[in-house]
């Protein structure tokens, strides 16, 4: 047999090594060993904030996204007629957000500075819908603050709309983050996400989904509600307008927002929407729904939702208990989701202030969290009667209760 002098020399190497004369082995690129090391890395975290008492506060409801005449596309909406009806329905706080890009970002001198935004008794934020090309988003503050600063740079980079927001000292949320006016900004920059908008509980789900996405990404996101009511009653028949009909379908209270706020005040309120102590209810007569958790199983719960303990490594018993109307003897399934996936679901019987319980051990490094949403009748609503068909067998739902979150992620 005739060799190709070119290929020799490497058969010859071949043969030498099977004689075991060449013991120099190249290891494979694919089986190399890495030494690579994640800094980012699930470690255990060192001492959490302590979390505040569960008991030294009051429940307060409100909506916190409404429209009124300064929106342009409102209709019978002043803001005396919000005010009034938020009170005959016993809300305790509104925000009245209406659409910066309306006014050209001058709030301070259109809603805020109409002689109608007062009241004695109902806890007014201040507010407006943060409207741009690339999505909505509502600014929640217990002051006044400079609105027009963001509208001016709602085109500018998030790293510098985030610096705004930030020397304002207000509370951003993303409004109804899936669909036409989804928030197409970094979610890094605020502290809440509409995840009920309107009365219509099935459109949310994109907006559930991209919460819980968050949440299993370690950013602790308050899950809010908001009608996004834009029109109301009409006085007479002829200042009636193609959308009327919206007033008794959706409006102030589909869904309500419910916050555990330490003191009756508007600073109060946002505090407890940032802190995530909040959940909500269909209608302002539906059940709330709060959920608990006994760290140490001793019988008396030691932390609420919106809370963030330390695991360690031993079961934790979870509380679930329906607060205000309920059907008695009605039949209501509360769905646990655990990291974004469905963990159990369990059954409730209505009755007074009715509970439910139970039992898992979170994971010890990493992240876990918990929560809750709750179907079962409809509560009527009698001044938005139309409102029940539309949110269905929804009741409500809760923040989650976390372990092992960054509070500095």
């Known amino acids: 047999m005739i060799f190709h002098k070119r290929t020799f020399p490497r058969i010859h190497v071949l043969c030498i090594g099977l004689l075991g004369i060449l013991t120099t082995v190249i290891p494979h690129p694919a089986r ?25 506060g ?31 329905v016993g809300m305790d706080y509104v925000c009245i957000t209406d659409h910066d890009n309306h006014v050209e970002g001058d709030v301070a001198h259109n809603t805020w500075a109409d002689p109608e935004f007062k ?22 503050s217990a002051r006044p603050y400079d609105h027009q600063r963001l509208y001016d740079v709602r085109d500018q980079r998030d790293i510098v709309i985030g610096a705004i927001v930030k020397e304002l000292g207000i509370h951003l949320s993303a409004n109804h983050p899936s669909g036409k006016d989804h928030f197409g900004y970094s979610y890094d920059m605020v502290r809440s996400i509409e995840v009920w908008n309107s009365a219509i509980w099935s ?66 309120v946002v505090d407890a929407l940032t802190n995530g102590r909040v959940s909500v209810s269909a209608n302002p007569f539906a059940p709330r729904v709060e959920f608990y958790a006994d760290l140490d199983r001793d019988g008396k719960m030691d932390m609420m939702m919106g809370d963030n303990a ?14 205000g109307n309920t059907v008695p003897g009605a039949t209501y399934t509360v769905k646990v989701v655990k990291n974004g996936d469905d963990f159990d679901s369990l059954k409730i019987t209505g009755g007074n202030t009715p509970f439910v319980e139970f039992t898992d051990t979170p994971a010890t490094l ?37 372990f092992n979150f960054d509070p500095n992620f």
Do not use: C
């Open 310 to 323: 330390k695991a360690n490594g031993k079961p934790v018993t979870f509380r679930v208990q329906l607060s």
């Open 119 to 140: 009241s004695d008794s109902l806890l007014l934020l201040y507010g407006a819908e943060w409207t741009t090309t690339r999505g909505h988003g509502n600014v929640f």
């Open 366 to 402: 990493g992240r876990t969290y918990y929560r809750v949403t709750v179907e079962g009748p409809p509560t009527p609503y009698p001044q938005v009667p139309g409102s029940m068909a539309l949110s269905g067998n929804m009741v409500g739902l809760s923040n989650p209760i976390y």
């Open 203 to 268: 459109r949310n789900a994109n907006a559930i989904m991209i919460w819980d996405d968050m949440l299993s990404s370690g950013r602790k996101l308050t899950g809010r509600g908001g009608s996004d009511a834009h029109h109301g009653t009409p006085e007479t028949p002829d200042k009636a307008t193609k959308n009327s009909y919206q007033a008794k379908a959706n409006y102030v209270g589909t869904p309500t927002t419910w916050v555990f706020a330490t003191a009756r005040t508007p600073q109060a």
């Open 58 to 88: 009051v429940w307060l409801k409100g909506d916190l996204h409404v429209h009124s005449r300064h929106s342009k596309e409102s209709s019978n909406n002043p803001i005396a007629k919000i005010i009034s009806f938020s009170l005959s």
């Open 32 to 56: 190399a060993q890495s030494t690579h090391v994640s800094p980012w890395a699930p470690t255990e975290l060192g001492p959490l904030p302590p979390i505040a008492p569960i008991t030294n």
